[in-house]
T-cell receptor, first 115, second 113 residues
Framework: AQSVTQLDSQVPVFEEAPVELRCNYSSSVSVYLFWYVQYPNQGLQLLLKYLSGSTLVKGINGFEAEFNKSQTSFHLRKPSVHISDTAEYFCAVTFLQGGSEKLVFGKGTKLTVNP | EAQVTQNPRYLITVTGKKLTVTCSQNMNHEYMSWYRQDPGLGLRQIYYSMNVEVTDKGDVPEGYKVSRKEKRNFPLILESPSPNQTSLYFC????????????FGPGTRLLVL
């Protein structure tokens, strides 16, 4: 079965430190890759996505992610976090196979930025 | 403003009392879906709709119904709610399946007593 694994359920960091949130997916079929962010008491909004082309994708708020096909990973990074980055982050993968597609979300990583 | 709206935002009800959560989008999107979010489980798809009058089950459809009579609306119906349906529900829409960005509503927090 197709699955998306976010290896860390919670990541605490200090303000201005770098952060990496990890995402791996199960299948070797063609994929589209997404990172969404959920601020407290809000819905999800798109941070960035990879559809094709350059494997390094830049998103909003200084985040970037790199697609690694051989490792089936799409890790999210930011070189220097702010208090306002405290939120839950979801990796999502659209698996494409045989003319059909299925979007699967990871279980989320709660990023807490401490002063 | 392009958006997905949901109502109500918060709802407390009792077991067995039918309820409907409305969802509406103003972006002329074909594809709409409902998710539930539970701690430690992430988002799980309940139902989705590829277009008007076309709906299909997601990963956790038991206990839920949907309808898509108009392109913009996609209500979620709980005919006989039970406590295990206490959750945070999100409606989402996108232009079409595939690589398009999915837009989420603000969420409906449901408590079933």
């Amino acid at each position: 079965a197709q699955s998306v694994t976010q290896l860390d359920s919670q990541v605490p960091v200090f303000e201005e430190a770098p952060v990496e949130l990890r995402c791996n997916y199960s299948s070797s079929v063609s994929v589209y890759l997404f990172w969404y962010v959920q601020y407290p008491n809000q819905g999800l909004q798109l941070l960035l996505k990879y559809l094709s082309g350059s494997t390094l994708v830049k998103g909003i708020n200084g985040f970037e992610a790199e697609f690694n096909k051989s490792q089936t990973s799409f890790h999210l990074r930011k070189p220097s976090v702010h208090i306002s980055d405290t939120a839950e982050y979801f990796c999502a993968v659209t698996f494409l196979q045989g003319g059909s597609e299925k979007l699967v979300f990871g279980k989320g990583t709660k990023l807490t930025v401490n002063p | 403003e392009a958006q997905v709206t949901q109502n109500p935002r918060y709802l407390i009800t009792v077991t067995g009392k039918k309820l409907t959560v409305t969802c509406s989008q103003n972006m002329n999107h074909e594809y709409m879906s409902w998710y539930r979010q539970d701690p430690g489980l992430g988002l799980r798809q309940i139902y989705y709709s590829m277009n008007v009058e076309v709906t299909d089950k997601g990963d956790v459809p038991e206990g839920y119904k949907v309808s898509r009579k108009e392109k913009r609306n996609f209500p979620l119906i709980l005919e006989s709610p039970s406590p295990n349906q206490t959750s945070l529900y999100f409606c989402a829409s996108r232009v079409r399946p595939g690589g398009e960005t999915q837009y989420f509503g603000p969420g409906t927090r449901l408590l079933v007593l």
